[in-house]
């Protein structure tokens, strides 16, 4: 056959012939033979000796066709197959390797598993097209700035409602935190952020979209153009009163990192709590707590330099007074006020025109003057006003204006002015 004398081999192997016949045909010495392919002497000797007995199909490695030791046998394919259908169907080979050793002690690489489930169907190959974006270096210092946004998803699968993830990242060190809300707006962003400090401490720098939450869709009055400022949302307003810079981003891809950081929780995430069974936010919030931790000890990395630019919540300064919705409102004469569609009556003299209505994160709400709270109760029922009496009205009759009929004498004879008769008078004087 003439394909009997072919000698399939590779690149490297054919270098290796070529420089073990240069030693064979005494150009080269074995040392520099080494020294060329990178090999020991003693290894030069024994693939010189080997062609030399078996000629050249010697350089071929001797286990090439039979099948590796390391192999895994058989029965742990299926085993892990049947384990990725019945409980890990739809997990990235990633996130089900890990699975597998940690639920089921099954140690297997994440590509020997890629390459089974494609082998088997249970996953695709997708190559994901590109766009060329302009790379950003990481910021050097932990809490130099925090990447901030709201992931709304079907989070629970089904077992709960729709809700939003309100999540954070910091810029240099990839390490995450979020909790889940009802809704993504200014009460969960303050709640969160709220409790971001309480854990971190203040960061210098925050980086969100320009959803209405974090950037205000309003004009500028002319109060605000002679100041030279732009109007402020409620976020804006209680982080400049922290003396946390607000950095608006102009494109999803701008913030990347918060954007992959939804993608990699919608994967793991949700199916780590499909496994635990967890079906309400509180649940949900209860499981970040300790998955978190867990979570940044692997995936997060060192900052390039050490200092921590989190900042200490300053002594005396209530979170909840800073982090709340304020809204300006008149003080009446009798000492009420009117917000969200309810009557407030103050119980304490107050010498002002103005004040200030603080709806805070823990659904409770304040009325202050001059940062001074002050007393006051919602008026249930408002006084009913009794109905005015009808008075009434008389009319009057029209009169009835008498019209001359048309063979009157009046409509007969042509109406001489007085003007007329005056002159004809004036004239007949003069002639006499």
């Known amino acids: 056959m003439a394909g009997k004398d072919i000698i399939m081999v590779s690149q490297r192997e054919l270098k290796r012939l070529h420089i073990v016949h240069k030693v064979l045909d005494e150009e080269l010495s074995q040392v520099e033979a080494s020294k060329i392919l990178l090999l020991s002497s003693r290894q030069i000797r024994r693939i010189v000796k080997k062609i030399m007995e078996e000629g050249d199909e010697g350089i071929r490695h001797g286990l090439r066709g039979e099948a590796s030791s390391r192999r895994l046998p058989k029965k742990v394919k299926e085993k892990v197959i049947r384990l990725y259908k019945e409980k890990y169907k739809g997990f990235g080979p990633t996130l089900a390797s890990e699975k597998l050793l940690e639920s089921d002690d099954i140690k297997i690489s994440k590509e020997t598993l890629r390459n089974w ?35 709304p998803h079907d989070w629970f699968e089904g077992r709960a409602s729709e809700c939003v993830l309100m999540g954070y990242i910091d810029d240099a060190t990839g390490e995450a935190y979020g909790r889940f809300y009802e809704y993504e707006g200014t009460i969960p962003a303050m709640d969160s952020f709220k409790r971001y400090i309480e854990k971190y401490g203040i960061p210098s720098s925050v980086y969100v ?168 109760k919602e008026i249930l029922s408002r006084p009913v006003r009794e109905k005015a009496v009808e008075t009434k009205v008389f009319k009057t009759k029209k009169k009835n204006v008498y019209t001359p009929p048309k063979d009157h004498p009046w409509r007969r004879y042509p109406v001489v002015s007085r003007y007329c008769h005056e002159k004809t008078v004036e004239s007949s004087l003069t002639k006499t």
């Open 117 to 151: 489930l494609i082998e088997s169907g249970d996953w695709e190959k997708v190559r994901k097209s590109r766009t060329h974006r302009q790379w950003r270096e990481r910021k050097h210092y932990f809490g130099e700035m925090v990447q901030m946004d709201g992931s």
């Open 209 to 376: 979209d320009r959803h209405s939450t974090y950037k205000s869709t309003g004009k500028p009055t002319i109060e605000d153009e002679l100041a030279n400022k732009m109007p402020m949302s409620q976020f804006e307003r209680a982080l400049e009163e922290l003396g946390v810079r607000v950095i608006h981003a102009y494109s999803p891809q701008a913030k990347g990192r918060i954007e992959r950081l939804f993608n990699t929780f919608q994967d793991r995430v949700i199916k780590e709590m499909r496994l635990k069974g967890i079906a309400s936010i509180e649940e949900g919030n209860k499981f970040l707590e300790g998955y978190l931790p867990v979570f940044n000890k692997k995936f997060a990395v060192k900052p390039l330099q050490e200092a921590n630019l989190h900042r200490e919540i300053p002594a005396g300064l209530s979170l909840d007074k800073v982090l709340c919705i304020k809204t300006e409102r008149v003080l009446r004469n009798d000492f009420t006020i009117a917000h969200n569609g309810k009557l407030y009556q103050v119980t304490e003299h107050v010498n002002a025109k103005k004040v200030m209505v603080e709806e805070r994160v823990d659904d409770s709400m304040a009325i202050t003057y001059n940062d001074r709270e002050l007393k006051f």
